[in-house]
């Protein structure tokens, strides 16, 4: 089947960087849109960054200018640069993926890393 690894979270504190990454494996035919997505305990999921196929992204309005979506289609991999950090980004940052395979399709999450930022 399908399988999204994200990897680089990690604590940092306040104004400082990381970067995520999620690779997609598995019986893969071709992915569409790829997005990073972030939550906080007792709120919803919220979309952070998206990227189609093509190149094309959207922001959330509280992450433009500092964090910057990319994506690797040879690699199946989406990555997120997040510069200039603040507490107020700390959560569990999942991507999303969507696959198209053979004979089916979908949109798969990965596992989530956890990305903590301090004051």
Same mark, same amino acid.
């Given at each position: +089947? !399908? +399988?999204?690894? *994200?990897?680089?979270?990690?604590?940092?504190?306040?104004? &400082?960087?990381? $970067?995520?990454?999620?690779?997609?494996?598995?019986?893969?035919?071709? =992915? #569409?849109?790829?997005? &990073?997505?972030?939550?906080? @305990?007792?709120?919803?999921? *919220?979309?952070?960054?998206?990227?189609?196929?093509?190149?094309?992204?959207?922001?959330? /309005?509280?992450?433009?200018?500092?964090?910057? =979506?990319? $994506? /690797?289609?040879?690699? #199946?991999?989406?990555?997120?640069?997040?510069?200039?950090?603040? @507490? *107020? /980004?700390?959560? !569990?940052?999942?991507? #999303?993926? #969507?696959? !198209?395979?053979?004979?089916?399709?979908?949109?798969?999450?990965? +596992?989530?890393? +956890? !990305?903590?930022?301090?004051?």
């Amino acid at each position: +089947q !399908v +399988q999204l690894v *994200e990897s680089g979270g990690g604590l940092v504190q306040a104004g &400082w960087s990381l $970067r995520l990454s999620c690779a997609a494996s598995g019986s893969i035919f071709s =992915i #569409n849109t790829m997005g &990073w997505y972030r939550q906080t @305990p007792g709120k919803q999921r *919220e979309l952070v960054a998206t990227i189609s196929s093509g190149g094309n992204t959207n922001y959330a /309005d509280s992450v433009k200018g500092r964090l910057t =979506i990319s $994506r /690797d289609n040879a690699k #199946n991999t989406v990555y997120l640069q997040m510069n200039s950090l603040k @507490p *107020e /980004d700390t959560a !569990v940052y999942y991507c #999303n993926a #969507n696959i !198209v395979q053979s004979y089916s399709g979908g949109y798969y999450w990965g +596992q989530g890393t +956890q !990305v903590t930022v301090s004051s």
